[in-house]
């Protein structure tokens, strides 16, 4: 179907019975790579991991295979709205030349803090998910640190993202649980999108 048919977003269930979406995703980036889809290679493709199983690894197995993001089944509807506004983010996360001029020109200096925020940044997005049951000030401070680097880092729709989650903790809404669940699904898919487009940039910086 996608070589009949450009298709950009792609909901891939990991558990299919013939062929896993594992290797499915792997199939597809290929013939994407190589023009065989009717999207244009220049086009991006976004797959979207469908799955029962909610364990890091089974995670870090699906982004490896070249998936882009990851839902658990049942899928939830506030689940599926926030990976679905990243997905159709067209824009680069990273503003890359307003960060090069903030490093003074310098790739070097820009590789360093690239490398700095890949690590760091998602170990203060898991500090948000683990604290938004009953720690506040927690999810406030993890917040505000993802917020202050991504502002650095010119990734302005994560810093959004993060100051939200930051003033709703602050606030102590008492819908606050609620009020968590979409723009925390949010932080960590746009996490996961500045750390992939990181990746990239790096082995061009080297």
């Known amino acids: ?3 009949r048919r450009a298709v950009s977003i792609l909901l891939m269930d990991c558990e299919m019975p013939d062929m ?8 597809l980036r290929e013939l ?14 976004s797959i979207i991991a469908c799955t ?5 690894g089974d995670r870090t ?3 490896e295979a070249g998936m882009d993001h990851y839902i658990t089944k049942p899928i939830r509807r506030e689940d599926l709205s926030a990976v679905l506004h990243v997905a159709i983010q067209t824009d680069p996360p990273i503003h ?6 903030r490093c003074g020109d310098d790739r070097s200096v820009v590789a360093e803090v690239l490398k700095t925020f890949a690590k760091r940044g998602p170990e203060d997005v898991q500090r948000v998910s683990d604290a938004v049951r009953d720690n506040a000030d927690q999810v406030s ?21 993060a100051d939200s989650i930051e003033e709703t903790a602050l606030n102590s809404q008492p819908n606050r649980k ?23 940039q790096l082995e061009e910086l080297r």
């Not at 505000?144 to 991504?150: E, S, T, V």
Request: proline share 4%.
């Open 1 to 3: 179907e996608a070589k």
């Open 20 to 27: 896993d979406g594992i290797e499915a995703t792997e199939i």
């Open 32 to 45: 994407h790579r190589n023009g065989q889809l009717a999207l244009a290679p220049t086009e991006p493709l």
């Open 52 to 56: 029962a199983q909610a364990v890091d």
């Open 61 to 63: 197995r699906c982004i």
């Open 96 to 101: 890359f030349p307003e960060l090069l001029a």
């Open 141 to 161: 401070a993890a917040a505000h640190r993802i917020k202050g680097a991504a502002s650095t880092l010119a990734a302005h729709e994560l810093s959004r993202i």
């Open 178 to 200: 609620q009020s968590y669940a979409k723009s925390v699904k949010e932080l960590e898919l746009e996490m996961n999108r500045c750390v992939r487009w990181i990746e990239s």
